[in-house]
Structures are given as structure tokens and as C-alpha cells.
């Protein structure tokens, strides 16, 4: 998958889908995607027909099993620890065709691109809009940073643009406007980051140049909370 990638395009997330199969996205791809995965049924089919297609090659091809080097080189780029039963190459042969093409591509994947070293962030906020279609997908870290990722955002008034709200002491605080397409980063105020592990978040359809002064004035699209990736341990 291209780098940056746009998940608002039909035709990229259709793509996404089959590499996701594969296993052949970065950490980074693979969180957005899989947030997304969760709360779309659109994206679970494409996941579900992707499988479906490649099926083909655990029915009609022969094992191949992979070069001797291969797991080796994988394993330093990885900085993991080797495992004595990595080295058995008889359990390797017995491997079906689609493990054996689906680890082939991700080895040649992770040579060249090494894989970054942990998730793009610690907690996920999911927008939906009123049909419970995901617009944006925002992903926070523990020191306020915001990766936010455009998938299909509302239908916005000419002019008009999302912007993104975090609750803090009962008062609304803009963090940002969200983008139409794309990535965009956004940076959290410290003053904020101590209570955005239970803080309300809420996006609302706001002039393009943000809220008129700096409080919510359109429609609400959807409110929700930050979920942490990794079930509930981050320190915030």
C-alpha cells in the first residue's frame, strides 16, 4: 500500500482490504484499518471477498517452501528473539501455499520496509455518522498527539468542514478542524492530556475556518469516547 494512503477512496479501501488479507500492511495502515473494520460491514464484506479470492491459492498451487534465510533476516530486522523450532525447515515444508505465498510477500515486505516499532497511537475514536457510517478515524497517543483519517466523512454545506471537541470540565475545547480526505495531525493542549482518557469527544459541522468564537454552533455529528487499542493499558 502507497504511503500516504487515502482510506475516503472507495478504490483504496478495496485495496487495503485484499493487502490486510495478505498481511502486507505497515502497523501503522493496519491500525486504521482494523479500527475501521470493527464498526463497518461494508469493509468486513470486502475482508470476507478478499479471503474468498485468495482461497484459490491454498487449493491450486503447491507448497513453496521459503529460502533458509529468510526467517533469519526477518527475525533481526524484527528484533525478536529466535525460537529453536524457526530453524526446523520440515515444519515449514508441511506450510499450505497461501501461508507460504502470504509470508513470502511480508518478508520481502519488511526487508525493504521495516516495520515501525509499536501502533500510531494508544486509543482509537471512531466517528459515525446518523446511518452509522465511520467518517473519521482518530487515533491519540498517550503524550496528546492525534492522527486523524479521513474514510467518508458527512456530507458537508459549501464552506463547511467537521470540527473535532473535547469536553474538559463540562466546556467544549476545539482540538481541530478534520480533514475532507486524507491524514491530518492534530496536537492536544498539555493542560488537556491528564483528562483525555474519560473526556467526552464530539465532532460537529462547523465554517471551515472553525467555530464561531471558539464554541460549538452547528449540527453534532457524533460524540464518543477514546478506546484503548491495547484493552486498558495505557498509563493516562
Known amino acids: 500500500m502507497h504511503d500516504p494512503w487515502d482510506l475516503s477512496d472507495p478504490d483504496e479501501r478495496d485495496l487495503a482490504a485484499g493487502e490486510y488479507v495478505l498481511g502486507t500492511l505497515d502497523s501503522r495502515q493496519r491500525a486504521h484499518f482494523e479500527a475501521l473494520l470493527a464498526v463497518s460491514p461494508e469493509l468486513q464484506r470486502q475482508v470476507a471477498e478478499w479471503r474468498e479470492h485468495l482461497q484459490v491459492f491454498n487449493t491450486r498451487l503447491e507448497p513453496v517452501p521459503p529460502p533458509d534465510v529468510l526467517w533469519p533476516r ?19 515444508r508441511s506450510l499450505s501455499a497461501g501461508l507460504a505465498l502470504s509470508t513470502l510477500v511480508l518478508g520481502a515486505l519488511l526487508l525493504v520496509h ?3 516499532s509499536g501502533m500510531p497511537g494508544d486509543a482509537v475514536y471512531v466517528v459515525l455518522d446518523d446511518d452509522r457510517v465511520p467518517g473519521w478515524i ?16 458527512a456530507d458537508m454545506p459549501a464552506g463547511m468542514a467537521g470540527e473535532l471537541w473535547m469536553m474538559a470540565d463540562g466546556q467544549p475545547v476545539s482540538l481541530g478542524m478534520l480533514p475532507g480526505r486524507g491524514e491530518a495531525r492534530m496536537r492536544m493542549p498539555a493542560s488537556l492530556r ?31 469516547k477514546l478506546v484503548p487499542m491495547r484493552g486498558d493499558g495505557w498509563s493516562l
Open 74 to 92: 526477518i527475525v533481526r530486522t524484527l528484533g525478536l528473539t529466535p525460537r529453536p523450532w524457526w530453524r526446523r525447515l520440515n515444519a515449514w
Open 138 to 153: 482518530i487515533c491519540a497517543d498517550e503524550d496528546g498527539e492525534l492522527m486523524v483519517q479521513a474514510v467518508q466523512p
Open 114 to 116: 521495516p516495520t515501525p
Open 194 to 224: 491528564p483528562m483525555m482518557r474519560h473526556a467526552d469527544f464530539a465532532v460537529s459541522i462547523e465554517p471551515a475556518g472553525g467555530a464561531p468564537q471558539g464554541q460549538p454552533s452547528g449540527r453534532v455529528i457524533d460524540r464518543g
